[in-house]
């Protein structure tokens, strides 16, 4: 049972806890991970390649090393100088692309200027793209075929599944347009039958046209943009955001919010994911359930149920 929201309002929501969910299904994919290890004889093998020292990468790649491990994967995390050339980072891709222990391939983003993120992720064998950014896995979603699927969208969708069953004929509004997240989610909920409208920085009525949805997901990364008069009564609202307000102190840590101004939005909804313990938690275990999935993929197994 999710916890009540601290706020009160016309609607009790409900904050949708992402932590949980994401918990149980990281322990699916870890007990489908050792079935895997018992057929397969190997584990799943998930590498990360990490360039440079941004500060926020190196916190999501440890995340990722810890996940993978707690997950009965095996794999390495590959840190490379951020001089590193782009002969040496794709030269250490196609390493990875033909070696058979590797199932899955995530490439870090944002690389250092100096090297062309497409080229690069174009060079990843879209079979062992986890996470799924590959024009090859962007196309098969798109024309409906099995892909490997972009994990923060994917977790999304689980989310909302779990909250309101069939999304059929549901209006979803999606505010953002990345081909990482908006894109992406767009084309999920339309999978699921929902009636999707893709909002971006050129939407003209904005506020008027996500008071039309049932199914509100912001992706935009402005602090707090979606307002509480901007959220349909009984609507879900699925907050991609993560955002840092400058700290209120020197030397203090600012606080962590969303796209969406959480305690208004809340008087409105019936559920809304909060900002930590959303969605975050649930795209690493996305990619747990990506890497096990493209393993299976290229055993020749039958993708297991999650
Ligand atoms: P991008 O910057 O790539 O895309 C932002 C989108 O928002 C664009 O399509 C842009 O429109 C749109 N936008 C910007 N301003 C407005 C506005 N005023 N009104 C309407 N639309 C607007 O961001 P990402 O998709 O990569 O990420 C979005 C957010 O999600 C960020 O906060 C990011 O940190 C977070 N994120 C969280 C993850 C997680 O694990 N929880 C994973 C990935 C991202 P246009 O195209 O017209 O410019």
Not at 60 to 76: D, F, P, S, W
Not at 179 to 191: D, F, R, S, T
Not at 192 to 220: C, G, Y
Request: charged share 25%; aromatic share 2%.
């Amino acid at each position: 049972m999710s916890p009540a929201l601290p706020t009160g309002g016309p609607t009790r929501g409900r904050a949708i806890d992402g932590k949980a969910a994401a918990a149980a299904l990281r322990e699916k994919v870890a007990e489908a991970a050792r079935e895997f290890s018992r057929k397969a004889l190997r584990k799943p093998g998930l590498h990360v390649v990490l360039v440079g020292e941004d500060p926020a990468s190196s916190v999501y790649v440890g995340a990722k090393e810890k996940a993978l491990n707690a997950a009965g994967m095996t794999g390495a995390v590959h840190r490379l100088p951020t001089d590193t050339s782009e002969g040496d980072l794709l030269g250490l891709v196609r390493k990875l692309n033909s070696d058979p222990a590797v199932d899955g391939i995530l490439v870090q983003l944002p690389l250092p200027s100096h090297l062309d993120e497409a080229k690069v992720l174009d060079t990843i064998d879209p079979a062992k793209d986890v996470d799924g950014f590959h024009v090859v896995n962007a196309g098969k979603l798109a024309v409906g075929k099995d892909a490997l699927v972009p994990c923060t969208p994917a977790g999304c969708i689980r989310l909302l599944k779990a909250e309101r069953g069939d999304l059929s004929g549901l209006h979803a509004v999606v505010i953002g347009r990345s081909n990482i997240v908006g894109k992406p989610m767009a084309q999920l909920l339309l999978a699921e039958n929902a009636t999707v409208t893709i909002a971006h920085s050129r939407t003209r009525n904005l506020p008027e046209l996500a008071k039309t949805a049932d199914i509100l997901v912001a992706a935009v990364g402005r602090p707090e943009m979606v307002k509480g008069d901007w959220v349909k009564e009984g609507a879900t609202v699925i907050d991609v955001g993560i955002n840092r307000l400058p700290p209120a102190e020197e030397g203090g840590k600012g606080k962590l919010v969303g796209d969406v101004a959480y305690d208004e939005a809340a008087k409105h909804a019936a559920a809304i994911t909060p900002v930590p313990g959303g969605v975050g938690p649930m795209t690493i275990a996305m990619l747990l359930a990506n890497t096990l999935a493209a393993a299976h993929a290229r055993e020749g197994f039958e993708a297991p149920s999650l």
